[in-house]
């Protein structure tokens, strides 16, 4: 198997695993254990970039050419809206993870928490639907 052909599997589970941090992080902060609440944060971040790295590669690799959904019928709108809301959302939630980081790092904790009230979720759901836009190409509905 080529990268180019494992790259999607390898994006699915680095957002599924970030997905994963998220929550334990989330745990972790309703816990009140800041310190382990930050290191699942941060590695969640890490795990985001890798994936960031990984996804721009997948696509070099692949020249811009992109992997067509072949589902037909009532799947179809389903999938390419949660596409589209996946999409726009990975776009919005960079700089909102970025000051959420930002803030929590440096201890601004007001300003922190009324962002990352709105990151986490919003961070999760991207988490999530990466995980199911792999699923829709690549597993339930692949091309040929």
């Known amino acids: 198997m080529s990268l180019a052909a494992a790259l999607p599997a390898v994006n699915a589970t680095l957002n599924a695993t970030s997905g994963v941090l998220l929550l334990i992080a989330y745990v ?64 919005t939630i960079v700089p909102m993870a970025i000051l959420s980081v930002w803030n929590g790092l440096n201890m601004r904790v007001p300003q922190h928490r009324r962002i990352a009230r709105w990151t986490f979720p919003l961070w999760m759901y991207v988490s999530v639907t990466g995980v199911l836009v792999y699923f829709f190409l690549y597993q339930w509905f692949p091309s040929t």
């Open 28 to 91: 972790l902060i309703k816990r009140k254990r800041i310190a382990q609440h930050r290191r699942f944060m941060l590695a969640a971040c890490y795990t985001s970039l890798v994936f960031l790295g990984c996804y721009v590669l997948n696509h070099f690799l692949r020249h811009g050419v992109v992997t067509h959904f072949t589902g037909t019928g009532a799947i179809r709108p389903i999938y390419f809206t949660l596409l589209t809301t996946h999409t726009i959302l990975a776009i």
